[in-house]
């Protein structure tokens, strides 16, 4: 039975202010996860290096600055998940992979960095899809990431491992990336909050590449103001990473309890065919909610995404490593959804090129106009996924046979196309229990506008609220031998 009592249950609003008022410490917070950690990962897989000794140690350490009356902010003495594409330090970054798995980073990634420096205590590597380059997180070279509400099932990709572990209360808050919905997908599989900010906003150097002109990094928590918080930290320019924009950050922690009641919502037909049943139902009725507390909703049409990407920029990274160990690696998992459009998967004309790049370019500066402006909306919502979590055999099979999947048509990576500001949250449960997640994305660096009406519905509503029920006696299910063939589970951490 949870206890809300108990400082593993807190959100990570709830552990900074007992932190900061001296019921507990950092060290007891860090231990109470590094616990949880021990008795469940072995069901979920949603780490692939933990920090014991560092983040205890990290943890004592900032007790003795709070003790001396030095408080960082509100990220001080607060254990913390890293995706494990995301550079830390002297600690290995594998992004999944058999490739990376001795590679121990001299640097903090400015993300990490910036982490640190706001007294976050970093617990752990998070397990991910294989270079980043899946939705699943069913191909690791460390196992399958697993869903906490079915073990059988998918977490979600590729920041699978971080929405699990938010999920199962690991840690108060991870950090993800996202190129196609990596942060999104499994947040809303997992019935956790994700956050992408407008392209550009949040550092990605020193986090392992996918597509540059895609790759985002950003908050997944329990609820809207913890991410918030998370973004707080980490939104900022960075002189050092060509995608970064030097644009003033706003107050996202003060923006959280804004009115709503002005805001128009869009409403946009191509991101709901084809629903599941169970998903359309939750969606609708999250959309009443919606409704209710702003201005209401209106259809709208959203450009076309049609020729826009950047394909081949994942294959100069690849080149760095060593083209053949990396295409040989991903290619033994079935193709796993790498390349799957992310750009991790070949090269392509320069001429072919410049022209998905240059489209990518002005969808992007046109959005705002011929959206938000020309059709009198601020926010737009829809279904973050078009269905719920799907069988782990099932995927890895598939993988093992080259099959491809045939999904139905994404709802996220249009988002990252246009570079919008989006949020997945919690909107209900499938029949089967599996989680539903409804998006809500602004206008270009206003991050500020979507918090405020995601966290309006949260206080409207308590599906982020609920947690699975599993148990530490849980068994794992047993893979096929085709389906464990497609990941590295046999292999030690």
């Known amino acids: 039975m949870q206890n809300p009592g108990d400082p593993i249950y807190w959100t990570l609003k709830q552990a900074s202010e007992n932190l900061r008022a001296r019921k507990i410490t950092s060290e007891e917070l860090t231990k109470a996860c590094l616990d949880r950690i021990s008795t469940f990962n072995p069901k979920i897989d949603a780490w692939i290096t933990v920090m014991r000794e560092q983040s205890l140690a990290q943890a004592r350490a900032l007790d003795k600055e709070l003790a001396a009356d030095h408080w960082r902010g509100p990220l001080h003495g607060i254990p913390i998940g890293l995706k494990d594409n995301i550079d830390s330090e002297g600690v290995r970054t594998t992004a999944g992979s058999k490739t990376l798995a001795g590679n121990i980073p001299k640097a903090d990634a400015e993300v990490t960095r910036r982490l640190r420096a706001a007294g976050a205590v970093i617990v752990g590597k998070a397990n991910m899809h294989i270079f980043a380059s899946g939705a699943t997180s069913a191909v690791s070279y460390y196992g399958p990431v697993r869903n906490p509400w079915n073990l059988e099932m998918i977490a979600g990709g590729s920041s699978g491992g971080s929405a699990a572990a938010v999920a199962m209360d690991h840690c108060y808050a991870a950090l993800g990336t996202d190129t196609g919905g990596s942060i999104r997908t ?67 922690i003060g923006a959280i309890g804004a009115p709503v009641a002005q805001f128009r919502l869009g409403v946009s037909p191509q991101f709901y065919d084809g629903l599941d049943p169970g998903v359309a139902d939750a969606v609708e009725a999250a959309t009443a909610v919606l409704v209710k507390m702003t201005k209401g909703a209106k259809e709208i049409e959203m450009p076309s995404i049609l020729g826009t990407g950047a394909n081949s920029e994942g294959g100069v990274y690849r080149e760095e490593l060593g083209n053949g160990f990396v295409r040989a690696e991903t290619e033994s998992a079935g193709g796993g959804g790498v390349g799957g459009g992310g750009g991790f998967g070949g090269s392509s004309r320069a001429v072919d090129y410049i022209k998905e790049w240059r489209a990518l370019r002005l969808v992007r500066r046109t959005v705002d106009i011929e959206v938000f402006r020309k059709q009198e909306v601020d926010l737009i919502v829809t279904p973050t996924i078009r269905e719920v979590a799907w069988s782990i055999e099932d995927e890895l099979t598939r993988a093992a046979n080259a099959r491809a999947r045939n999904p139905k048509p994404g709802n996220t990576r249009a988002l990252d196309d246009y570079g919008l500001p989006t949020i997945t949250v919690p909107c209900g449960f499938s029949k089967s229990g599996m989680p539903i997640g409804l998006q809500i994305s602004g206008a270009n660096w206003r991050e500020q506008d979507v918090l405020a009406l995601a966290h309006a519905y949260q206080k409207a509503t308590d599906w982020h609220t609920r947690r699975p029920t599993l148990t530490a006696d849980a068994k794992v299910p047993t893979l096929s031998k085709a389906a464990a063939g497609q990941t590295g589970e046999a292999v030690g951490r």
């Open 186 to 252: 499994p947040s809303a599989m997992c019935g956790v909050t994700g956050f992408k900010a407008t392209y550009g906003r949040v550092s990605i150097r020193g986090i392992v590449p996918l597509t540059w002109s895609l790759d985002h990094c950003g908050p997944i928590a329990r609820t809207v103001e913890d991410t918030a918080t998370m973004l707080q930290i980490i939104a900022g320019y960075d002189r050092l990473d060509l995608q970064s924009v030097d644009y003033s950050v706003p107050d996202y």
